[in-house]
């Protein structure tokens, strides 16, 4: 049976998670509040909000490293700590290049919570509870975003909002420190097969890349469906708004759902390879949209949007199974960090497509990441299936016939 204290554990990895969330997808709340402050141009408040990311981008394969070697107790609970005073003392930055230092040293710090709190996840669940467990600690994301964007505009200021969000920091802190625990150890006698090192691991690369084309696809997406929705097809500003809460709720419980169903069918390459052909046929149909009425618009750019957000947990349950427990921190910092630096420029990428074509084009061309992604996973699938092959023989005690690079799958599950 598995262990109960499991769930404390999936709890703290969501709050550490959403901490580090509100702090890079909240701040965008605060825009006006920061030109009002600070007295900055449009160009100066766009450096202002991704300096969190560039801190988050430097440090999370270091991060993950260390957790590998340390344990995510110690790198989650140091890592928020350190996000949380930086963030206090920016609260108090006299100038533009203070606020930008703080923001940027507060994403560095704040990255431990990304690269650290799904090794603890895995470690704790067992293969058949793990898409489920690791696609509600993917739902902190867009959930620790909305919240921040809820609240922080109403904190009274820059100030406040910079306290608040390092009161979050220091909560998540607190309870990663006061509840986080090494998973019980398993039953001896099991095998456990090493593979190669992420860093040197081909099939690592090759996930981190496809999955990199698919969030390039959610970041366009998600940072233009409010400018589409309200210039180019005229809703208010309210309305657009709605559409993109929409989109990010859906796209939340979508992720709980393909972790659920990735769960009962044992596969996490296959599933996720079908979401990328869904996500490119929903952006063809937006594509061929893009003027029609709004009652036949609508819902498709929303499943579209939601078909965007709803696989990462997929993508990160893969990578860390990949790598197996005692690397899953690394593999999963170098997930992240690929994804990342592949999607920096996403965003400015669409917008210059839009305004060098239309918006038709746009979401036609935008497409094709997922189908490079699709295409990019493809010789992934029948390791996975070797893999399922060679787990299965072992648990029922036949030779195990392991791949001609052995995998760290056939490492023993959580203790049950």
């Known amino acids: 049976m598995s262990h109960p204290y499991r769930w404390t554990i999936l709890g703290v990895g969501v709050a550490a998670q959403m901490a580090l969330s509100a702090l890079q997808q909240g701040m965008p709340a605060l825009g006006p509040a920061l030109r009002e402050a600070y007295g900055l141009s449009l160009s100066q408040v766009g450096i202002v909000l991704a300096a969190a990311s560039w801190g988050i981008l430097g440090t999370l394969l270091a991060w993950g ?18 996000a949380s005073a930086v963030l206090a003392a920016t609260a108090f ?33 067992p293969r058949t509870e793990r898409g489920t467990a690791l696609g509600i600690r993917q739902m902190a994301v867009p959930l620790g975003g909305a919240v ?54 081909r099939r690592m690369w090759r996930l981190a890349a496809g999955s990199g084309m698919l969030v390039c696809a959610q970041v366009a997406v998600v940072a233009f469906v409010v400018l589409f929705l309200h210039d180019h097809r005229g809703l208010s500003a309210g309305a657009a708004a709605a559409g993109l809460a929409a989109i990010q709720v859906g796209g939340a419980l979508a992720r709980v759902v393909a972790g659920r169903r990735s769960d009962r069918g044992g596969r996490r390459i296959a599933p996720l390879r079908r979401h990328a052909l869904a996500m490119a046929a929903g952006l063809l149909a937006t594509a061929l949209l893009v003027d029609a009425p709004a009652l036949l618009l609508l819902p498709v750019l929303l499943a579209a949007g939601v078909l965007t ?5 997929l993508s990160f349950t893969a990578a860390a199974e990949l790598a197996g427990r005692d690397r899953a921190g690394t593999a999963l910092g170098l997930q992240g960090t690929v994804m990342r630096g592949l ?17 038709p084009a746009a979401f036609a061309l935008l497409a094709l990441l997922p189908l490079a992604g699709w295409l990019l996973t493809g010789p992934l699938v029948e390791e996975e299936e070797a893999r399922i092959r060679a787990r299965s023989a072992r648990l029922r005690g036949r030779p195990v016939n392991v791949p001609s690079r052995p995998t760290p799958e056939l490492e023993p599950e959580p203790a049950r």
């Open 148 to 201: 921040a964007a809820l609240s922080l505009p109403a904190a009274g200021g820059v100030r406040s909002a910079l306290l608040g969000l390092a009161a979050a920091c220091l909560a998540g802190a607190i309870v990663s420190a006061a509840w986080l625990r090494e998973p019980p150890p398993a039953p001896p006698g099991r095998p456990k097969a090493a593979g190669p090192a992420p860093l040197r691991d």
């Open 343 to 359: 999607s920096a420029g996403a965003g400015v990428g669409f917008g210059a497509l839009v305004a060098a074509t239309s918006w």
């Open 65 to 82: 490293w260390l957790a590998d070697r340390a344990g995510e107790r110690v790198v989650i609970a140091s890592g928020l700590a350190g």
């Open 93 to 125: 930055a006299p100038s533009l290049g203070w606020l930008i230092a703080g923001l940027v040293a507060a994403g560095a710090f704040g990255a431990s919570a990304a690269a650290a709190s799904g090794r603890a996840v895995m470690g704790w669940f």
């Open 309 to 313: 957000m709803s696989w990462n947990g």
